[in-house]
């Protein structure tokens, strides 16, 4: 438009509007007689106008974020291809439907494939729901088993909530229909039902088993898809009717013809509906038909609650009778009457199997080897098939399929478990002599740790180590297992080595420790740090020294973190576990024994550490908490390179915390350390002026929990604390006096750090029911769940409250911040504690007058931080868990296993209660200074065997 | 990648402003995830009817996502302007990158009165608003500004007169006239 035009059609336009609205036309009119051109262009405005109003009165943030929930049937609103979600980058779209969509993405930090799902919006817009669908996925990753698809993460990203799981490559049995031998479809059922068992056993149910959520990988193993995850997805709480609507008509229409007369009736439903399912998933595959069919889905369903199907065998007499007796038990319309449980299905899909297979083998030996699947290749499996059915041929051969892992992976799951110590307190380090036949190990004769040897089945000990206040641990075999190394305390502390007798010590190297021999026997790979467990460590980083035995020259291979190094067999790297900074995790890595990049194994949020190498050097095993349990896993990786070339699978230990594990050379014993643990709150009376304990300490609790930083409520009459459980940690309370205890929390949940509000009505405490640790309150009766913070990166932790109740302190982002406690969220200013000029820091307590926090830095200091300066004071070079007496000057703290008391002003440290039998975890005063309480931990840990032969 | 902190984001606001183009991508993605924790309030919790409802004092994303403090007082103005800017940048491209979605395969799930209510919302098109903005600006400057600091900015009517050191009432009149002229431009695609 003409800008001379342009400035007389905005003149007149605004001379329009400011007409009454019935004249504005009329006035339009009047004022362009000659100038129709100006008219149209007015009178299309002023009629523009009138039907704004609303028009871009939302700011365009709204509008775009209301635009996008409109989408909200769409999962994403971007296309996803090439971009990266947290740290994985998507490659391909695999699939998409009501569950959300899946891709196939590449982990980049893992370095492999996974697929990716990504949640749908409708789902995850409802927080709680999403909340509980991430509690879920944890149980459901939690789950371990080799018929199972391996659940990596539940997380959330710019945004977006997706679950990564392993990627599995293969058929799914859909795709193999008509193209499947009898035994090869029995063979895959039963392990469909092995998985079926182990998720049951943990109270999951499927709900949607059919064919299309059976892969069957090139190798022969099967995989479940989507366990559990169609409860997840349709929630039990359901929010709207329409929503409900269309997940359940999207999953009746596709599974149907699968559902159990209970599903399909809309009855509650137990495991035994995916015991049918299967019924049906077999029946189909063997027959070519489903058993219960219509037109019409009402049809269908009447089929499914009341017509019997035609028996198997009528499709085909070949088929074996006792076909027929399993898919009856399976398809019983009385749940009562079915199979009651999957591993009963099993054994007898098995038993047919071994049926089939004899009588092939008695009729025609070869006959079994050309009924292996051939839609299966399997190099390597050929030759071991060949042999064995020539060599053994009477040996039932399903073994093979349903199990066909890498011949070189030994299963653990069939050892023979035996108990070698079972002396009271801790042995440690075991190491097996290369014949496998005895053992070396560290125990704490006394309190003073010295090297034992010990036959395997012996009872009897002889001690290696002389008996005196120097401690030693850490023994490792030379390869020839002459000799062992080991690390002492004595003058000066390092690496000594001794022949396995015990004579002849000399020292290796100072300041190294946790030795590992070189294959050639001629150095020593050691860490100038270690631990016994991962969760007692503080972060001071450990170097990895490469040392030569005969001369003690040592090299500095990695600077960065490394733990516990284990020298592959092969010679070429070296596995260690180590901190990512300021990560607060644990990870495995490997590193070339030249140098150079480390090459990562485990990096993800559970606890991974103390990697030890198969003796074959193909898998390294490592000890995680992904389960649930502390216990060993294993990965499939390249020597050469340390690349890994599979996923982590568990390895069974019996027992809910594992670790120190080693082989015997020919690897067909794994010894390791079994450890049962109990932490208990004592008390004692306490007199703040003559600052003297009065009188003998006193339980308040005992048994076999772990009660974990206890704190007396501000009236003094109960306690508050963490007690970690199988896979969660919960909050409990217990009155004064340790009884009635009481779980304000019991779910999936990890509940950590609650700390009574100054009124005693509140709880706050660390929770990553979101999927990340955030910062959440609760009343004193676990009612009023309320999430704090939001958010968050995953590390928040640590509340505070004010000593005056109406502001929080907490860690976030690596920093402490306060927020204050009648804004929500959105209005946080989110004030931030000036950076700590040296290591970043815990505050543990605020000053009674609230102008002090007191607290621990990483490299174990107390450090005391000031309101008014805003300036933070070294106090005192060693101690833990600081809490402020009432004068907010003096302070009980932690050191070396004892309680003390210290103020700020001398900073002198005064013992108050001398070193105990068990260790001491957390410690704390009641309001009025007359109780101090405190955490005792006792640990019982003993020697165990695994033995393959 | 590291999100920046509220003070450093507004450092990197004004090197945008001073033409630092990589600025905008470590803000961007501060803004996405903004976006989408108010989508899922609005699906969650929200009638669509209470969206309707006139901008805050300022942009609730800026309160949550800037150092306020950091922003001296005699750069309010010049701040507000290119706060503004970028938000449509973002937003633009964001809404550039979203999938189209099928209208036909849309239009089978919604009865025809939900679909008419849709259409009739001509402001979610943010692409084809900006093209709009962008011929308004050819024609008439001012109001553009007005446009981009009142809808993408979310200012209030005084904070874009404090910006443009124009009077309230004349923005009011401006951005009145300015609405009617996209509203005509859009509605005639």
């Given at each position: 438009m003409d800008p001379d035009l342009w400035k007389k059609v905005d003149a007149l336009f605004e001379e329009a509007l400011a007409q009454p609205l019935d004249k504005r036309e009329a006035f339009v009119s009047e004022a362009t007689k000659d100038n129709a051109e100006l008219r149209d262009e007015v009178l299309s405005l002023l009629k523009a106008q009138e039907q704004a109003s609303n028009f871009m009165e939302r700011s365009a943030m709204k509008v775009a974020a209301a635009r996008l929930a409109e989408d909200s049937n769409l999962t994403t609103s971007f296309s996803l291809l090439d971009k990266e979600i947290a740290n994985y980058k998507i490659e391909k779209l695999l699939g998409a439907g009501g569950m959300g969509e899946v891709y196939l993405a590449h982990d980049t930090k893992l370095k492999r494939l996974v697929a990716l799902k990504i949640l749908p919006w409708h789902f995850v817009a409802d927080t709680e729901r999403a909340s509980r669908f991430r509690v879920e996925a944890r149980a459901l990753s939690s789950l371990n088993h080799p018929n199972l698809i391996t659940i990596y993460e539940v997380g959330e990203a710019d945004g977006l909530h997706f679950i990564a799981t392993e990627f599995v490559e293969g058929q799914n049995l859909s795709s193999l229909r008509g193209k499947l031998t009898l035994r090869e479809l029995l063979a895959i059922a039963a392990q469909v039902a092995e998985a079926l068992s182990a998720a049951h056993q943990a109270g999951i149910v499927h709900r949607d088993i059919k064919p299309d959520n059976v892969m069957v990988r090139p190798d022969g193993y099967v995989k479940v898809l989507d366990f559990g995850l169609v409860k997840l997805t349709q929630g039990t709480s359901v929010r709207t009717s329409q929503e409900m609507a269309k997940t359940q008509l999207g999953v009746a229409m596709g599974t149907l013809a699968y559902m159990s007369p209970e599903q399909a009736a809309g009855e509650p439903i137990d495991h035994r509906t995916d015991i049918w399912s299967l019924g049906v998933v077999i029946y189909e595959l063997v027959t070519g038909r489903k058993p219960f069919t219509g037109k019409t889905r009402q049809e269908t369903v009447h089929a499914i609650l009341s017509t019997e199907p035609e028996p198997a065998t009528s499709s085909d007499e070949t088929l074996p009778s006792e076909l027929d007796q399993i898919l009856t038990k399976a398809l019983e319309k009385d749940r009562e009457l079915r199979y009651q449980t999957a591993s009963d299905f099993r054994a007898d899909i098995r038993r047919l199997l071994r049926m089939i297979d004899s009588s092939a083998t008695a009729s025609n030996p070869r006959a079994i080897t050309s009924s292996f699947p051939n839609f299966i290749q399997r190099t390597w499996f050929w030759p071991v098939a060949v042999v064995v059915v020539l060599i053994l041929a009477a040996i039932p051969l399903g073994w093979y399929l349903t199990r066909a892992k890498p011949a070189l992976a030994p299963d653990w799951s069939r050892a023979v478990h035996l108990q070698l110590t079972n002396q009271p307190g801790t042995e440690f380090f075991p190491a097996?002599?290369?014949?496998?036949?005895?053992?070396?190990?560290?125990?704490?004769?006394?309190?003073?740790?010295?090297?034992?040897?010990?036959?395997?089945?012996?009872?009897?000990?002889?001690?290696?180590?002389?008996?005196?206040?120097?401690?030693?641990?850490?023994?490792?075999?030379?390869?020839?297992?002459?000799?062992?190394?080991?690390r002492s305390n004595r003058e000066p502390l390092g690496i000594y080595v001794m022949e396995r007798t015990g004579e002849n010590t000399r020292l290796v190297v100072a300041g190294c420790r946790h030795p590992s021999w070189s294959p050639d026997g001629k150095e020593i790979a050691c860490s100038t740090r270690s631990q016994s467990a991962p969760t007692i460590r503080n972060s001071r980083p450990s170097a990895l020294w490469i040392v030569d035995v005969a001369t003690g020259a040592k090299r500095v291979l990695y600077e960065n973190d490394a733990m516990q190094p284990a020298w592959s067999p092969g010679g070429n790297r070296i596995a260690f576990w180590y901190m990512p900074p300021s990560s607060g995790r644990s990870e495995v890595a490997t590193i070339s024994k030249s140098g150079g990049e480390i090459e990562v194994v485990a990096n993800d949020a559970p606890t991974n550490w103390n990697p030890v190498w198969s003796p074959d050097g193909k898998f390294l095993y490592y000890v995680s908490d992904r389960s649930g349990n502390m216990g060993f896993w294993r990965v499939l990786i390249d020597e050469q390179t340390g690349k890994v070339l599979g996923d982590p699978e568990a390895v069974v230990t019996p027992s809910a915390f594992s670790r120190h594990l080693h082989f015997s050379r020919d690897g067909r014993r794994l010894i390791y350390v079994q450890t049962e643990q109990e932490q208990n709150i004592q008390g004692v009376k306490f007199d703040p002026k003559r600052e003297k304990t009065v009188g003998d300490p006193f339980w308040i609790t005992r048994g076999d929990q772990q009660i974990n930083r206890p704190e007396l409520s501000p009236d003094g009459t109960h306690f508050v604390m963490r007690v970690p459980r199988r896979a969660q940690d919960?909050?409990?309370?217990?009155?004064?006096d340790g009884t009635n205890w009481r779980d304000l929390t019991n779910d999936r949940p990890f509940d950590r750090y609650p700390r009574w509000s100054p009124d005693g009505k509140k709880i706050a405490f660390t929770s990553d029911r979101t999927g990340r640790y955030e910062i959440w309150t609760m009343d004193a009766d676990g009612a009023n769940l309320r999430q704090l913070?939001?958010?968050?990166?995953?590390?928040?932790?640590?509340?505070?409250w004010s000593p005056d109740g109406q502001r929080m302190l907490f860690r976030r982002r690596g920093v402490n911040v306060i927020v204050e406690l009648n804004k929500d969220w959105a209005s946080q200013t989110l004030e931030q504690l000036p950076v700590e000029p040296e290591n970043p820091m815990v505050m543990w307590d605020w000053s009674p007058d609230g102008e002090k926090l007191i607290g621990t830095d990483s490299a174990g200091h107390v450090v005391c931080y000031s309101?008014?300066?805003?300036?933070?004071?070294?106090?005192?070079?060693?101690?833990?868990?600081?809490?402020?007496?009432?004068?907010?000057?003096?302070?009980?703290?932690?050191?070396?296993?004892?309680?003390?008391l210290s103020d700020i002003v001398t900073k002198r440290a005064r013992e108050i209660l001398p070193s105990q039998e068990m260790r001491l975890r957390s410690v704390g005063i009641s309001r009025d200074g007359q109780l101090i309480y405190y955490s005792l931990y006792s640990g019982e840990s003993d020697i165990w065997l695994l033995d393959l032969q | 990648m590291d999100e920046p902190g509220a003070h450093e984001l507004t450092e990197l606001l004004l090197a945008w402003g001073d033409g630092d183009e990589a600025a905008l991508a470590r803000i961007a993605p501060l803004v996405h995830a903004e976006l989408y924790r108010l989508a899922k309030r609005y699906m969650s919790r929200e009638r669509p009817d209470h969206l309707l409802q006139t901008s805050a004092l300022i942009n609730e994303a800026y309160v949550r996502l800037i150092d306020w403090k950091a922003v001296r007082w005699q750069n309010r103005a010049h701040f507000f302007g290119v706060a503004a800017q970028m938000m449509r940048r973002i937003l633009v491209d964001f809404a550039r990158r979203r999938p189209r979605v099928d209208k036909d395969a849309e239009a089978l799930q919604i009865s025809l009165d939900e679909a008419m209510t849709i259409s009739a919302e001509k402001d979610g098109d943010l692409l084809a608003l900006d093209d709009a903005l962008k011929s308004l600006a050819e024609l008439d400057e001012r109001k553009s500004r007005i446009v981009e600091l009142r809808f993408f900015g979310g200012l209030s009517v005084d904070e874009t007169a404090e910006v443009l050191k124009i009077a309230p009432i004349t923005v009011i009149r401006e951005w009145n006239k300015a609405k009617a002229w996209l509203y005509r431009e859009l509605s005639s695609n």
């Open positions: 097996l002599a290369p014949d496998g036949k005895s053992f070396v190990y560290a125990a704490a004769e006394n309190g003073n740790w010295d090297l034992f040897e010990q036959r395997v089945g012996g009872k009897n000990a002889t001690r290696l180590t002389p008996n005196t206040p120097s401690e030693e641990t850490e023994p490792a075999f030379s390869p020839d297992g002459e000799r062992i190394a080991f919960d909050i409990v309370i217990i009155q004064r913070s939001y958010d968050s990166p995953g590390d928040t932790s640590f509340p505070l309101f008014e300066t805003k300036q933070y004071e070294k106090i005192l070079d060693n101690g833990s868990y600081p809490m402020w007496l009432a004068d907010g000057v003096r302070f009980l703290y932690l050191a070396d296993d004892k309680i003390y | -």
